[in-house]
């Protein structure tokens, strides 16, 4: 089931239960969404911004709508869903405070996804090249990315502190491999968290 699947998205897919009820944020063309239902049972609606990411998930048969995170999931009822999830999303939302606040509202649990900005070989981008770096996670030049909070792995473990959000899992990413948790800020290109209200 998750072998086509991106590296994030394959540990979200293993990670959710059963039958769940499960929002997907910015589910992009349905990918996500498509391996829950036909490999776990799951009843999956999405939320995307892109007009013709929502058409290609709705052409897979999936319960798509066109919207905004950082506008539209207020209309969600609270506990909706055993899980809302937010893939490479949150570093594009003009509030990411108020985007992570509303999928734990609307979610009993939280996946979220992000590529660090600490990592070894964007510091050394900006270290030896001065520009602003161009990489497998982080494809689009400074002027056409759609990223406008540039977050770190401890950062987030940090904001999650603040707010009082409980991590259930974290998972690391190297490329397509896992790595340890040990020195992640500095080694993870990407990063998985599984969240709860604290």
Not at 55 to 80: E, F, I, K, M, T
Request: net charge neutral; with cysteine.
């Amino acid at each position: 089931m998750t072998a086509s699947l991106r590296p994030d998205l394959a540990i979200i897919a293993d990670h959710v239960a059963r039958g769940a009820r499960v929002l997907d944020v910015g589910c992009g063309n349905g990918a996500l969404m498509a391996a829950l239902r036909d490999g776990r049972g799951v009843d999956a609606r999405g939320l995307e911004l892109d007009a013709g990411n929502v058409a290609a998930a709705v052409a897979r048969g999936l319960s798509v709508v066109q919207g905004d995170a950082d506008s539209d999931l207020a209309d969600y009822p609270d506990a909706s869903f055993d899980y809302a999830i937010l893939s490479q999303t949150l570093q594009t939302a003009r509030n990411p405070h108020l985007v992570l606040d509303q999928l734990l509202r609307i979610g009993r649990r939280a996946f979220v996804s992000f590529p660090n900005f600490a990592h070894w070989r964007v510091r050394l981008s900006l270290l030896w090249g001065g520009r602003m770096p161009v990489t497998r996670q982080l494809p689009e030049r400074w002027y056409d990315t759609p990223n406008i909070h540039h977050l770190t792995i401890d950062d987030f473990r940090a904001f999650l502190r603040a707010r009082d959000v409980a991590m259930e899992g974290a998972w690391f990413l190297n490329g397509d491999q896992r790595t340890s948790p040990a020195a992640a800020n500095f080694r993870a290109e990407h990063a998985v968290f599984l969240l709860r209200r604290g």
